[in-house]
């Protein structure tokens, strides 16, 4: 089974920045992709970014500009540079993989991050 451990979380003025990783650790054959979700208060949970093995990468409008996301893949790793962050990015803050299989991918979630914007 795999595991994903985010961090990197908090408190941060607006225009201020904060740096999320997230690892996955367990049986992992590899990672086809890794990605980052987020869940305000009272929405759904949306997509903010995604980055292939290969390091093609989408983003959500909202963040296009301010939010970069990288990865590691020796590590397993995969970052989330956010700068000028706006109080409605505030959210809880999810990690997730796809993981490779010998048959059919699987996805993998992380517990998620609290990040709070003040303005």
């Known amino acids: 089974q795999v595991q994903l451990v985010e961090s990197g979380g908090g408190l941060v003025q607006a225009g201020g920045s904060l740096r999320l990783s997230c690892a996955a650790s367990?049986?992992?054959?590899?990672?086809?992709?890794m990605g980052w979700y987020r869940q305000a208060p009272g929405k759904l949970r949306e997509l903010v970014t995604r980055?292939?093995?290969?390091?093609?990468?989408n983003y959500a409008d909202s963040v296009k500009g301010r939010f970069t996301i990288s990865r590691d893949n020796a590590k397993n790793t995969v970052y989330l540079q956010m700068n000028s962050l706006k109080p409605e990015d505030t959210a809880v803050y999810y990690c997730?993989?796809?993981?490779?299989?010998?048959?059919?991918?699987?996805?993998?979630w992380g517990q998620g991050t609290q990040v709070t914007v003040s303005s």
């Open positions: 997730n993989a796809e993981i490779g299989s010998y048959s059919v991918p699987s996805i993998s």
């Open positions: 367990g049986s992992i054959i590899s990672i086809n992709a």
């Open positions: 980055i292939t093995s290969g390091g093609r990468t």
